[in-house]
């Protein structure tokens, strides 16, 4: 479980997250929604210790974010930022390779090269999997991201919009995929969609979040309604109940 | 296929080191050999303090276009002993031993460039003009001020710090070549140690980070071991400003790879060709008085304009 008690992030005197206090359960998929500028990047970062955090504690399982060993939390938790900065003469497989760095420290072994390969597969990239990075295209690119954070394979997964620059088949296998891995792996999951239909039919729970605050948290099907869209997003839009899933008109 | 270009390199630097040995060689051996072998092994070690120092640095700026002479380091260093004999003034100063005189500068070009390029790098925002320009702008505030201390300095005493501030392959001194040979070899294992972090860093902070490394511990180790091997090549051969680029340059279309394990060691021979080749053609294969430092910096003068105009365009 990922315990968020009482985080407040201020940069130049504003409030970006303003006394969050938030739980993760272990094992599902929690979907981060809300409009842009809400703070989702930043509780994130916060959570995976990429900006240090200023009041309050953040806790994965029994370790604490900031006095825990790096080491140590990069074998537990993986993010991939929003926009990722990549070195572009780097190779996809080269990329993807740097996932397995916490286990190896750059001495890899066979099950490393294992859990490398296994992602290319998983993620299609056997044809690109020599091309340096600057060659692909924003999905690809997108793919061999997300193959990397796939080959750290920690028990924590925290994806910034994963979605972005994926067609609708890519889409729909990557969150196939997370649902597998919550459910037959434990995994737990935590993605920034901006998508809330998908967030509907793939996530266990959704947590909305509104100017640096958490608003409500639950099911899909418990909290996704024109209410929620109108207060959150302050956007009308209907909802429909399709098979039992909240269904969001476009 | 960049271990097979390395072996090619590694010939040809031997064929370098042979040349410089014996090449126009007039009296006898038993003085030509240790002097020339001296003069070698400063050129060796400059050289992969240079590629070393040059390559660190690009990998903790995450930038292929700066190096530390373009950020002003060695224009520190040289600041540094300048106002060291203006402190101490010229005539107590020459009666320190040089291994004081050096361990003195080498200890406040430490802090100094610490304090300079650790805020520089920490507080960096990802805006490569500004840096180049912060680098260039440093880089002429250390000569102006070198200068104009120079010349307070009474120009009787003007000449023992008049040799340290400009380039110079062909009089090295060689008073710290022991001293000096074993700071560059500690640094240059503890580098060594670093290769595989290296290669983390060179993703970015955030991906450091999520990997488990401390990029910020890091910048400052590096910092400091760059602060050593550039300490040591400025006290040897004085500012060199583009044999850096020149070479982190060319081992980049050389051996094209993200490993600092292939990347430090090609640098570091096309490095050592480049200064023991070059200098022993200039000295005597075309017996030309052009000094190798010139012609360095006008090929890596062109090329960082050539970097500089196709960044600009893309
Ligand atoms: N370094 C910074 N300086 C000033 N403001 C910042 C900084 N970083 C973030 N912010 C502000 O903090 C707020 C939250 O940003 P954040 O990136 O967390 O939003 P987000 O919810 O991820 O939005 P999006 O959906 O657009 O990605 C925004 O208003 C942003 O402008
Ligand atoms: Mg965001």
């Not at chain 2, 590694?10 to 030509?32: E, I, N, P, Y």
Request: proline share 4%; hydrophobic share 50%.
């Amino acid at each position: 479980m990922i315990t968020v008690s009482n985080l407040t992030h201020r940069i130049a005197g504003k409030d970006i997250l303003h006394d969050i206090s938030l739980q993760i359960p272990k094992g599902q998929i929690t979907a981060l929604i809300g409009p842009n500028g809400a703070g989702k990047s930043t509780l994130l970062s916060a959570i995976a210790r990429l900006t240090p955090h200023q009041t309050g504690q953040i806790m994965v399982d029994e370790l604490e974010v900031g006095t825990s060993a790096s080491n140590t939390l990069a074998k537990r938790l993986s993010i991939l930022p929003q926009v990722p900065e990549i070195a572009p003469r780097l190779s996809v497989a080269e990329l993807i390779g740097f996932g397995r760095y916490p286990y190896h420290k750059g001495h890899p072994t066979k099950v490393d090269r294992q859990k490398t390969d296994e992602a290319i597969v998983l993620f299609e990239l056997d044809e690109l999997h020599s091309r340096p990075l600057d060659t692909l295209s924003g999905g690809q690119k997108q793919r061999a991201l997300l193959a990397m954070t796939y080959a750290q394979d920690t028990e924590y997964m925290l994806l910034d919009e994963p979605l972005n620059n994926l067609d609708i088949s890519t889409s729909r296998s990557l969150m196939q995929l997370l649902r597998r891995l919550a459910e037959t792996r434990g995994r737990t999951v935590v993605i920034v969609l901006h998508d809330i239909n998908y967030a509907c039919s793939y996530a266990d729970r959704i947590v909305t979040m509104k100017d640096g605050r958490i608003g409500r948290c639950g099911a899909p099907a418990k909290i996704v309604d024109a209410g929620m869209l109108q207060h959150v997003f302050s956007t009308q839009a209907e909802v429909h109940i399709v098979n039992g899933r909240p269904l969001i008109e476009v | 296929m960049p271990g097979k270009r390395l072996v090619i390199m590694t010939g040809l630097m031997a064929v370098c080191m042979v040349f410089h040995m014996t090449l126009g060689t007039r009296g006898s051996w038993d003085f030509v050999l240790p002097f020339r072998g001296t003069k070698l092994a400063a050129l060796l070690l400059v050289a992969v303090a240079v590629s070393t120092s040059t390559l660190l640095f690009q990998t903790v700026a995450r930038n292929r276009i700066l190096t530390p002479s373009i950020m002003g380091f060695d224009a520190l260093y040289v600041l540094i002993v300048t106002l060291s004999v203006f402190a101490i003034g010229a005539q107590s100063y020459g009666t320190l031993p040089p291994m004081v005189q050096f361990f003195l500068s080498l200890a406040i070009m430490v802090a100094a460039s610490m304090l300079l390029f650790g805020t520089l790098l920490l507080h960096r925002k990802e805006d490569i003009v500004r840096m180049i320009l912060t680098g260039i702008i440093l880089g002429v505030l250390f000569r102006a001020v070198n200068s104009f201390v120079m010349r307070m300095i009474d120009p009787n005493e003007y000449s023992v710090i008049q040799t340290s501030s400009y380039a110079r392959f062909s009089r090295i001194e060689t008073d710290l070549l022991g001293i000096s040979a074993v700071l560059v070899l500690i640094t240059l294992a503890l580098v060594w140690r670093m290769r595989h972090r290296l290669d983390v860093l060179a993703l970015g902070r955030e991906a450091a980070i999520n990997l488990g490394e401390d990029p910020r511990r890091d910048t400052v180790q590096i910092l400091l071991l760059i602060a050593v091997l550039v300490s040591v090549s400025t006290a040897f051969v004085g500012p060199v400003a583009f044999l850096g680029l020149l070479v982190t340059s060319l081992t980049h279309v050389i051996t094209p790879t993200a490993h600092h394990a292939i990347l430090l060691p090609s640098a570091a021979l096309i490095s050592a060709i480049a200064l023991i080749g070059g200098q022993t053609l200039l000295e005597h294969g075309l017996a030309l008085s052009t000094p190798l430092a010139v012609v360095i910096d006008s090929f890596g003068g062109i090329l960082f304009l050539f970097l500089i105009l196709k960044r600009a365009r893309t």
